[in-house]
Nanobody, 121 residues
Framework: QVQLVESGGGLVQPGGSLGLSCAASGLAFSLYVMTWYRQAPGKERELVARIASIGTSPNYADSVKDRFTISRDNAENTVYLQMNSLQPEDTAVYYC??????????????WGQGTQVTVSS
């Protein structure tokens, strides 16, 4: 059974920082592209940051570039999102996604349950 469990969300003041984690189990983690998405109330889910299976080629939404950093530890089956200089518009539920792109993992797609991030004074 595949599980993606996000943690680290919470309430933070504008300009503050938070670090999110997504711990994966039940899958060959190192074969999956890992992506953080977010969804704010009344808005569509949007891609925040993505990292390749071997940890290279991170890419970011323009709105978070230079503020957020995605990383992964394949030995720990975990992907991280370090968020700095947070603004109220970053308020959303943040979701972790695993997408298979190699061999038998192709077409497999898994989601976590989400973690709330609220940026407010």
């Amino acid at each position: 059974q595949v599980q993606l469990v996000e943690s680290g969300g919470g309430l933070v003041q504008p300009g503050g920082s938070l670090g999110l984690s997504c711990a994966a189990s039940g899958l060959a983690f190192s074969l999956y592209v890992m992506t953080w998405y977010r969804q704010a109330p009344g808005k569509e889910r949007e891609l925040v940051a993505r990292i390749a299976s071997i940890g290279t080629s991170p890419n970011y939404a323009d709105s978070v570039k230079d503020r957020f950093t995605i990383s992964r530890d394949n030995a720990e089956n975990t992907v991280y999102l370090q968020m700095n200089s947070l603004q109220p518009e970053d308020t959303a539920v943040y979701y972790c996604n695993a997408r298979g792109t190699i061999g038998t993992t192709r077409g497999r797609d898994y989601w976590g349950q989400g973690t709330q991030v609220t940026v407010s004074s």
